[in-house]
Nanobody, 116 residues
């Protein structure tokens, strides 16, 4: 039972990336899924999350540039990020959480680096 992130990489300022969070061993559509990021020396920050309803949340700094979506047929959640900024360089983590059974899964993270 796990979630695995993919899609990180190196992009220039203003570039785009599409991160994926894929679940194995459980149905992701029954879970709220969040994306967090952590830069060196900084606290982990919630970027976006989507409930099973689905309702979405975006931190103010990414509104209008980031879209979170589900593909239940692939047991996957996507984080599409556009117009990326250097200060958004971080390791991006996926978290799946079920408020009924209290199961909580974190991925290993995927590195996003935005060059100036």
């Amino acid at each position: 039972l796990e979630v695995v992130e993919s899609g990180g990489g190196l992009v220039q300022t203003g570039g785009s990336l599409n991160l994926s969070c894929t679940a194995s061993g459980f149905a992701l559509d029954n879970y709220a899924v969040g994306w967090f990021r952590q830069a060196p020396g900084k606290e982990r920050e919630k970027v976006s999350c989507i409930s099973s309803d689905p309702e979405s949340y975006y931190v103010d700094s990414v509104k209008g540039r980031v879209t979170l979506s589900r593909d239940n047929s692939k047991n996957r959640v996507y984080l599409e990020m556009n117009n990326l900024k250097p200060e958004e360089s971080a390791v991006y983590y996926c978290n799946a959480y079920n408020s009924y059974n209290l199961r909580d899964y974190w991925g290993q993270g995927t590195q996003v680096t935005v060059s100036s």
